[in-house]
């Protein structure tokens, strides 16, 4: 490709190819700890925020809490997280991590800074954090929504409107 073709292409096709990447490293990851696809923002929320309702998770990850609700029963029968009944009311449930479930977002963990690190070397810790603003801004042109990043409990979306 010349130089002229080069300058003009999209760079989208190298950011999906990255992303696809990453993706199937992740779908890797998750499977040798028995978590699935799309689990793991249910896992780390909670890990940040123990004790929420399905509702209230439902809210910080913008999906329904029917669909919640039947992930977060794949994951109770995997054994990752348990289910407290409200002491007030019998009918509400907070949501809870147990050692398998701590145990293997540690493993996700580690394994996912390791790949980070494979990734990233030769990167200085300023330039990772500044691919990190240029990322949440690209997300932000994209979306509108600000402070992307579950990942981020300090700043996660709907915080204002918990009190939490």
């Not at 004790?51 to 109770?76: D, F, M, N, Q």
């Amino acid at each position: 490709m010349n130089e002229k073709c080069e300058k003009e292409f999209p760079l989208f096709p190298t950011v999906n190819y990255l992303s696809k990447i990453g993706r199937d490293n992740f779908r890797s990851v998750l499977s040798e700890n028995g978590v699935f696809q799309g689990q793991e923002e249910i896992l780390f929320l909670i890990m940040f925020k123990e004790g929420l309702k399905p509702s209230e998770i439902a809210k910080y990850l913008h999906t329904s809490l029917a669909s919640i609700s039947v992930s977060l029963k794949r994951l109770e029968k995997q054994g990752l997280l348990q289910r407290v009944d409200d002491e007030k009311d019998a009918r509400i449930s907070h949501i809870y991590l147990n050692e398998k479930g701590r145990a293997a977002l540690t493993d996700i963990h580690k394994n996912l800074q390791a790949y980070q690190e494979k990734v990233f070397s030769g990167f200085s810790a300023q330039e990772i954090e500044l691919f990190r603003t240029y990322l949440d801004r690209v997300i932000y042109n994209a979306t509108g929504e600000e402070n992307y990043s579950y990942k981020r409990p300090n700043k996660l979306k709907g915080d204002e409107d918990n009190g939490r």
